[in-house]
Structure formats: structure tokens, C-alpha cells
């Protein structure tokens, strides 16, 4: 990504903010971690209204703001999901569509409180308690089951195109056919494995592409927003159930070693069928039939397996890079270091199904 002049982002982000209230005023960047694919700052709106803290996405000047770098279609979701009672995401406050690739589209959002944890992977200097972690992950299960329970049209995301079933194993076979032989050999044993039994759709549904407790923020056990929708999609809604399952039980690991705080804090999280209870009953209260839950609980093996294969690929085209450098990420350098046993878990879940 080129470097960006910030001065002359604030002035553009102010402008964009003028448009809705005259007297705004952004003041002070603060970078953030967060997003792969566009720049993130924490800042101050100043306005006749009280001092709010909000969050600016701005995508890569130079490139065209296409795919996962577009955050205007990021702007898009969220407004969309503003519709929806008890699915909480950040408010969208102002936008700007800039003259790209030069001068990057951007847009700025409520800075919600809380906090974001992974409670198997994240090393953290206060880890939350096990009980906490453990509601949260059932509330992240009742929240999918909310926004899985209505259509893309009824949120007004209802143009949106619907990736096929098999789509994303495509998109993953695509990566890692890129990598070093040495990186995840093996790989095309469990591609093949999952593209032999490909199952068939379920009515689609508004995807987040990465739901899992990270890209969530919590304040005890209450949700505060659901964030990052930098890879949303519109496609079969096991995709996001399964990615969430499978975070009870990832075989990707970044930290040989992770403290005693951050290992009890994942000790009481709830099993795969205690989570999948959770999510049906959600289902139904939000009216779903016994025919659309059946539909949605069947064939969710493919879709772990597919969850593991991602995980693969992820890692493995990120190491690929990643070991040129003379110091490369040593949370990277683990990961790389266990790849088989990510692929060996995609055989696990596909022999038991």
C-alpha cells in the first residue's frame, strides 16, 4: 500500500462529514490493527452534538477499490444490517467515493466499545474468564441464527450476486496452487476429498465470510457489534455456522505456548452440538421450520472440512511471503510449522461424516 498523507485525509474526511452536519470536524488518526485489506484509524468527530469516538476505512490508494479492498460495499452491509433488530453493527456516520485509485474511497463509523477475543488462539494481558467466553460464544451462535433468519431482501441486499456453494473451495484450491511445494503438501488430497461431494444449496443468505468471536465486540457477555465485513457475501449460510464451529476446535495454532490466563479461558467454551442447540432454538424462535433447520444442520461436515482447507490456504499463502523476510512474524512462522495437522483435521471431520 503507498503511503498516505493524513493531514490530507483529515481534510477529506471532514469535508465528507460537512455533508450531513456543518459544523463536524474530524481531529487526530490513530491506526489500528484490524483488516487486511484497507487502512483503519481510530478518531474524533467534533460536531453541535457531543464529541463521538468513530472509526475511518480507507482503501489502499493506487488500487482499484475492487473486492475486499472496496469499503464502500463494506458501508453498504452495514447499513443494510442496521435493519436488523438484534443483530448488533457499527452505525455508518459518512462516506466519501474520492477519485480512485489516487485519491481511495473511504468511509467512518461509530466506534463501539468492548472488546474482541479469541479464546483459542489470542494471547491476551487479561484474558476474560472462562464463563464469560463461554456465554459469548453462545450469544455470537444466537446472533448468527438472527441474521440468517431473513434474506438478502429483506435488508435491501437483495441485487446482491449468490456465490455457488463450491465457490469459496474453488477460490482456496486457486491460493494454494501458488505455494512452494514445501508449503501444505498434501493439500490436494483433502481438495479432492471435498470436491468429490460437494452438497447441494440452501436458500442464501447475507455471509460475513469471517464470523467468528475476534471480529466481534463484547462487553462482559453482551454483544456490541459484529465488525470487519471486509469478505461479506451473499451465499449458502453453513459457510459462517461452520467457520464459527470450527473455532471451537481450531487445528491452527500461532502460539506454541500460550499463558495460563489465555489456556482457561477457552476450558468451559460449549461443544460443537451444544453450540449447534443453540443456534436451532435461536432458528426457530426467529421462525424458522423444521425443514429449513434440517437443511441447514446437513452436510455441515463438508462444510468444516471446507473451514479447514480455507484455514490451509490462508496461512499458507501468507507464509509464502512471509518467509522472504530477513525477520519473518514468529506468530507465522508457528503457524507455518502446523499446517498438516490444520489439513489432517479437514480428513478428521469428512471421515466422520
Known amino acids: 500500500m503507498q503511503n498516505i498523507d493524513l493531514d490530507g485525509l483529515l481534510d477529506r474526511a471532514t469535508a465528507a462529514a460537512r455533508r450531513r452536519d456543518p ?28 464529541d463521538r469516538q468513530v472509526v475511518l476505512k480507507v482503501a489502499p490508494a493506487g488500487l482499484a477499490p475492487v473486492r475486499n479492498r472496496d469499503v464502500l460495499r463494506q458501508a453498504q452491509a452495514l447499513r443494510a444490517l442496521r435493519r436488523l433488530p438484534g443483530f448488533p453493527v457499527p452505525e455508518v456516520l459518512f ?8 485519491v481511495p ?26 464463563d464469560v467466553v463461554a456465554e459469548r460464544m453462545r450469544v455470537a451462535a444466537r446472533a448468527l441464527a438472527r441474521l440468517q433468519s431473513v434474506g438478502p431482501a429483506r435488508i435491501g441486499l437483495g441485487g446482491e450476486p ?58 462482559g457477555a453482551g454483544l456490541t457489534a459484529v465488525i470487519d465485513w471486509e469478505i461479506w457475501s451473499v451465499g449458502d449460510p453453513r459457510a459462517d455456522l461452520a467457520w464459527l464451529l470450527m473455532h471451537l476446535a481450531p487445528a491452527h495454532v500461532f502460539h506454541e505456548d500460550r499463558p495460563a490466563g489465555d489456556r482457561a479461558a477457552g476450558a468451559a ?85
Open 23 to 50: 459544523a463536524a470536524e474530524l481531529r487526530g488518526l490513530r491506526r489500528l490493527e484490524g483488516g487486511v485489506s484497507s487502512l483503519t484509524f481510530a478518531s474524533t468527530l467534533v460536531g453541535d452534538r457531543a
Open 162 to 219: 449468490v456465490s455457488a456453494v463450491d465457490e469459496e473451495l474453488e477460490r482456496w484450491r486457486r491460493l494454494l496452487e501458488t505455494v512452494d511445494d514445501d508449503i501444505a503438501p498434501g493439500h490436494e488430497k483433502l481438495y479432492r476429498r471435498l470436491a468429490d461431494r460437494v452438497p447441494s444449496g440452501v436458500p442464501p443468505r447475507l455471509l460475513h465470510g469471517d464470523y467468528r468471536l475476534a471480529n466481534m465486540l463484547f462487553e
Open 269 to 353: 467454551l460449549p461443544t460443537r452440538e451444544e453450540l449447534w442447540g443453540e443456534y436451532a432454538e435461536a432458528r426457530r424462535a426467529a421462525g424458522a421450520d423444521a425443514a429449513e433447520i434440517a437443511a441447514t444442520a446437513a452436510d455441515l461436515e463438508w462444510f468444516l472440512g471446507v473451514c479447514y482447507y480455507k484455514t490451509a490456504s490462508t496461512i499458507a499463502v501468507i507464509w509464502k511471503r512471509e518467509r522472504r523476510l530477513d525477520r519473518p512474524d514468529p506468530k507465522l512462522v508457528v503457524a507455518a510449522q502446523h499446517l498438516d495437522e490444520v489439513l489432517a483435521a479437514g480428513h478428521a471431520v469428512l471421515d466422520r461424516a
Open 105 to 130: 474511497p473511504l468511509f467512518a463509523m461509530s466506534l463501539c466499545p468492548g472488546e474482541s477475543y479469541e479464546p483459542l488462539l489470542d494471547v491476551s494481558a487479561a484474558p476474560p474468564e472462562a
Open 95 to 102: 462516506e466519501d467515493a474520492g477519485d480512485p485509485p489516487e
